[in-house]
C-alpha cells in the first residue's frame, strides 16, 4: 500500500503549473465557527437566506464532499493552516485559556508560506493555537492580527462553568491587549468588528498580493448578533446570526469587486466542524448527516465548502468529490509556486479537482480522522466512498429530550462502537446501513490504512500514543 497521504508529494512538480508573480492570486480565508452542513441556502438552508454565501456557489463552486481533520476548534484550525493532521503536531482538541502549549514555533503555516512569497497578510477574528505570546498569529506568518484568542464561550460568563474557570476574554490587535475584558454588549459587535478590520486590510493592499484569514466567532455559543440584525430572521437568534455573517461576507466580496480584485481573488468559505448539536434551538443543522460536533461521524466532520476564482474555477458547479482542510496548503502553494514545508505534511495538491479537470481524481489513498487525545475513530477511502467507523466511544443527543432552548445545552447521552461499521457514503450519507458483511474487501483495504496511519501517528485506542511521524507542540519554559 502506498503511503501518498503521509509524504510531501507533488513538491517537484508543482512549480511548473505555478502561475506567473502577477497573476499570482490574492487568498481571503472565511472559516466560520461550528456552522453546520445545511446552514447556509445553497446546502438547504430552511427558513431563512444567505444569498451572499449562495454567491459563491453561483459565481465559483460548490464541494459537497468537503472535510475538516478533526470535529473541535483548535484541531481542525491546526490541520486548515498547517495541511496537517492536528495530533500529528500533538495539537488535540480545545485548547483552554490557560493552556501553556500551543502550535510549535517550527512548523510552517499558510500565512508563512504565503509571506516568502511576497504576500502581505492577516488574521482576524478566533485564533485558538494557543494564547500565550509565542503562539500567536504574529509569531506564525501574520503580519496584522485582530481578533480573540480562543472560543468566545471562554470567558466568567460561561453558565455552565464553575466560577473562576474562565479569566476575563480579552480581544488583542497585534500582540497587544486593546480590551482586557470582552463583555456581552462587546460580544453584539464582534462580526462586525470582524467585518471591519477586514474590510479595511483589503483596501490598504495595493501593490501586493495579500492572504486574509477571517476566522468568525460566530456561530459558536454563546450567539450574539448586532441590534441591526437582532429578530431580522423571524426564525430565532441563531438564524439572525446567520443572516449577519451572511453580510458579513457580502461585505468582503464587494470590497473586492469595489477595489478591482475580484477577478484575482480566491475566495474559500468553510466551517471548522459541524453544529454543536447539544445546544438545540442555538445550534445549527448538519441536515442529512448522522451527529454533529465533537464526533467522526459525517456531521462532525463535513462542512460547507466554497471557492470563487473567476476564470479559474468555474461558476455554478458542484463537485461531489472528497476534499479536506489540509489539503488547503499544499494545493495553494501549487498555484502560487511556494516551496512546501522540508518536514512531512498530510495534505496533497488538489487543484486539478478543485478546477474541475476532466477525469481529475483525489490523489489520496485514504483520509483520516482521529479525535480526542490521539483516537483514530475512523478512515475513510480517498475518493470518498468507503468509511469505516472503528469501535471507540462517542456523544450523541439522538432521542434526547426535552431539546435545548435559550442557549442551555442537554447532556449528551455516551454511546459505544463496539465492532467495526463499514458505510457506503455514495449511497448513504446518513451513515445508517451497516455494510461491512457485504463489502468484507472494502473493509480489509481500510484496515490496511488504519495501520499505515497507526505506524506514522500512533493510536491510544490501541495503546500507541505516537507514532514515528509524531511531532511535538510549543511548549511554554517551566
Request: some cysteine; charged content about 20%; hydrophobic content about 35%.
Amino acid at each position: 500500500m502506498q503511503l501518498r497521504s503521509l509524504t510531501v508529494w507533488g513538491v517537484l512538480s508543482f512549480s511548473c503549473l505555478a502561475l506567473v508573480a502577477e497573476d499570482r492570486p490574492n487568498v481571503v480565508v472565511i472559516f466560520m465557527d461550528d456552522m453546520g452542513y445545511a446552514d447556509v441556502g445553497c446546502f438547504g438552508a430552511q427558513g431563512y437566506e444567505t444569498p451572499n454565501i449562495d454567491r459563491l456557489a453561483q459565481e465559483g463552486r460548490k464541494f459537497t464532499n468537503f472535510h475538516v481533520a478533526q470535529p473541535v476548534c483548535s484541531a481542525s484550525r491546526t490541520a486548515l493552516l498547517t495541511g496537517c493532521y492536528p495530533n500529528r503536531l500533538g495539537m488535540h482538541g480545545a485548547l483552554s485559556p490557560r493552556a501553556r502549549h500551543g502550535i510549535h514555533p517550527d512548523e510552517v503555516t499558510l500565512a508563512e508560506l504565503l509571506k516568502e512569497k511576497g504576500y502581505a497578510t492577516a488574521a482576524v477574528g478566533k485564533w485558538h493555537l494557543g494564547s500565550q505570546p509565542p503562539f500567536l498569529p504574529t509569531r506564525h506568518g501574520f503580519d496584522h492580527y485582530y481578533g480573540i484568542p480562543y472560543s468566545n464561550d471562554m470567558w466568567p460568563y460561561h453558565p455552565q462553568a464553575k466560577k473562576g474557570t474562565y479569566p476575563n476574554l480579552p480581544m488583542l490587535e497585534d500582540e497587544r491587549i486593546v480590551d482586557a475584558e470582552v463583555t456581552p454588549e462587546d460580544q453584539k459587535r464582534l462580526t462586525a468588528d470582524y467585518t471591519e478590520r477586514s474590510v479595511q486590510f483589503i483596501r490598504k493592499q495595493k501593490d501586493r498580493p495579500f492572504f486574509l484569514y477571517l476566522a468568525h466567532s460566530m456561530v459558536h455559543v454563546p450567539l450574539f448578533v448586532s441590534d441591526r440584525f437582532a429578530g431580522k430572521s423571524g426564525r430565532g437568534l441563531y438564524a439572525d446570526v446567520m443572516l449577519e455573517v451572511d453580510w458579513s461576507v457580502g461585505q468582503v466580496l464587494d470590497t473586492l469587486k469595489e477595489q478591482g480584485l475580484e477577478q484575482k481573488t480566491w475566495v474559500i468559505l468553510t466551517s471548522d466542524n459541524g453544529p454543536w448539536l447539544s445546544y438545540g434551538d442555538h445550534a445549527g443543522n448538519a441536515g442529512p448527516l448522522r451527529e454533529g460536533k465533537g464526533t467522526c461521524w459525517e456531521g462532525g466532520t463535513r462542512v460547507t465548502g466554497l471557492m470563487k476564482w473567476p476564470g479559474q474555477i468555474p461558476a455554478g458547479t458542484t463537485s461531489d468529490a472528497m476534499l479536506m482542510t489540509i489539503d488547503l496548503l499544499p494545493t495553494i502553494a501549487r498555484v502560487v509556486g511556494a516551496k512546501l514545508p522540508a518536514h512531512a505534511i498530510d495534505g496533497l495538491d488538489c487543484w486539478p479537482l478543485i478546477q474541475g479537470a476532466p477525469e481529475a481524481q483525489n490523489p489520496h489513498d485514504f483520509y483520516a480522522y482521529y479525535y480526542e487525545q490521539n483516537q483514530l475513530q475512523a478512515i475513510t477511502s480517498g475518493d470518498g466512498r468507503w468509511k469505516l467507523m472503528l469501535p471507540h466511544k462517542y456523544r450523541s443527543v439522538s432521542g434526547v429530550q426535552p431539546k435545548a432552548t435559550g442557549g442551555i445545552p442537554v447532556p449528551y447521552q455516551p454511546q459505544v462502537l463496539k465492532e467495526l461499521e463499514l458505510y457506503d457514503l455514495e449511497t448513504d450519507v446518513s451513515e445508517s446501513q451497516n455494510v461491512a458483511a457485504k463489502f468484507p474487501e472494502q473493509v480489509a483495504r481500510l484496515q490496511g490504512y488504519a495501520e499505515l496511519i497507526r505506524a506514522e501517528l500512533g493510536d491510544s485506542l490501541k495503546q500507541q500514543p505516537r507514532g514515528k511521524g509524531s511531532r511535538e507542540p510549543g511548549q511554554l519554559d517551566p
